[in-house]
């Protein structure tokens, strides 16, 4: 099997089908543990399915250092959902210091890379930080949002 051999697409695709439930029972251990091989090859979704898996405590403790972790490495990577996460993170004060900024920053890069359909939601969450945030401090966090997209750009 593709997935025992070592390849990281095998390997996030079993973790969902266990984590969904689908063609197999729905175990959020095994899913975790398919999510972790792939994600340790650099796997920015499987990265982003394990934090969301530490996020909400399926088949680990919850652990939101061990979720923004994940999160970060998917984010760098250019994964939407993960930049969205991090930004809640860093809003919300979970498994990191609370900082407004940095949560703008992950959250515009979000509405960057996002589908359309995931836009919306995205962008009040952007826009709801943006609002607590001075001219000084939106230019700052758009031009490191910038630097960061140019960055990620440049590893497709």
Not at 52 to 66: I, K, L, P, R, S
Not at 78 to 85: I, L, T, V, Y
Not at 114 to 119: A, E, G, H
Request: proline share 0%; net charge negative.
């Amino acid at each position: 099997m593709a997935s025992e051999q070592g390849e990281a697409d095998a390997q996030y695709n079993l973790g969902v089908c266990y984590g969904k439930g689908q063609g197999v029972t729905q175990v959020y251990e095994e899913a975790v543990k398919w999510y972790r091989l792939a994600a340790e090859q650099g796997h920015a979704d499987a990265q982003f399915n394990l934090g969301v898996c530490y996020d909400n405590g399926q088949g680990v403790a919850q652990d939101y250092e061990e979720a923004v972790k994940w999160y970060r490495m998917a984010a760098e990577q250019g994964n939407a959902g993960a930049q969205c996460k991090l930004g809640c993170c860093y809003y919300n004060e979970q498994g990191v210091t609370q900082d407004i900024k940095e949560a703008y920053k992950w959250l515009l890069l979000a509405c960057s890379n996002c589908s359309n359909d995931d836009f919306e939601k995205f962008s009040v969450g952007r826009d709801t930080a943006m609002s607590k945030l001075s001219q000084s401090e939106i230019t700052q966090a758009q031009n490191e949002a910038k630097l960061l997209q140019d960055k990620i750009d440049s590893m497709r």
